[in-house]
T-cell receptor
Framework: GQNIDQPTEMTATEGAIVQINCTYQ??????LFWYQQHAGEAPTFLSY??LDGLEEKGRFSSFLSRSKGYSYLLLKELQMKDSASYLC??????????WGAGTKLIIKP | GAVVSQHPSRVICKSGTSVKIECRSL??????MFWYRQFPKQSLMLMAT?????????EQGVEKDKFLINHASLTLSTLTVTSAHPEDSSFYIC?????????????FGPGTRLTVT
């Protein structure tokens, strides 16, 4: 079967670093996405990892370990505007996106 | 590039009426468009996948006669909620898969908030 799991909610302090984990199980895998979604808005693309390792893009980095079925999104120098839900999703063998439930990130001053 | 628009952004309708939501890829061609529904504090739920010129593929539990999808061109897909009821009130989001690209990134429209009274 397929499943994907991420924490429901996390809290962090402005200026700090936070890591949002995502674990998944699937027989076929064609990459993992991270999206950011602010309340009442559509998701926006953050990253796509298909190979193992860390990909850095400004304050945001995404890591993938295919053997462990594990990914994380790392947010540095947190800003209040980073308060949002972060969705991970993987592409299965049919190239269909399987979505996690999202992690609500709360940033405190 | 890769902008997707949705219209309307918000709609309020009476129970029993039908509502049409348009999804357009403005600067690229989309072979495949996806329709999602999102209830408050929940993740995206894929309703259906539509390919240009063919019938949409609906997810289990989604009534195809209630949620009519038409993908008439490479830049336009429409979702019609027929005989809407209050439980259909939700945030409907479309996304598009850019033709010819291998990244499989989905470009999302801004969403349509439907309220059925």
């Amino acid at each position: 079967g397929q499943n994907i799991d991420q924490p429901t909610e996390m809290t962090a302090t402005e200026g700090a670093i936070v890591q949002i984990n995502c674990t998944y199980q699937t027989s076929g895998f064609n990459g993992l996405f991270w999206y950011q979604q602010h309340a009442g808005e559509a998701p926006t693309f953050l990253s796509y990892n298909v190979l193992d390792g860390l990909e850095e893009k400004g304050r945001f980095s995404s890591f993938l370990s295919r053997s462990k079925g594990y990914s994380y999104l790392l947010l540095k120098e947190l800003q209040m505007k980073d308060s949002a839900s972060y969705l991970c999703a993987f592409l299965d063998s049919n190239y269909q996106l399987i979505w996690g439930a999202g992690t609500k990130l709360i940033i405190k001053p | 590039g890769a902008v997707v628009s949705q219209h309307p952004s918000r709609v309020i309708c009476k129970s029993g009426t039908s509502v049409k939501i348009e999804c357009r890829s403005l600067d690229f061609q989309a072979t495949t468009m996806f329709w999602y529904r999102q209830f408050p504090k929940q993740s995206l739920m894929l309703m259906a996948t539509s390919n240009e010129g063919s019938k949409a593929t609906y997810e289990q539990g989604v009534e195809k006669d209630k949620f009519l999808i038409n993908h008439a061109s490479l830049t336009l897909s429409t979702l019609t909620v027929t005989s809407a009821h209050p439980e259909d009130s939700s945030f409907y989001i479309c996304s598009a898969d850019r033709t010819g690209r291998d990244s499989y990134e989905q470009y999302f429209g801004p969403g349509t908030r439907l309220t059925v009274t």
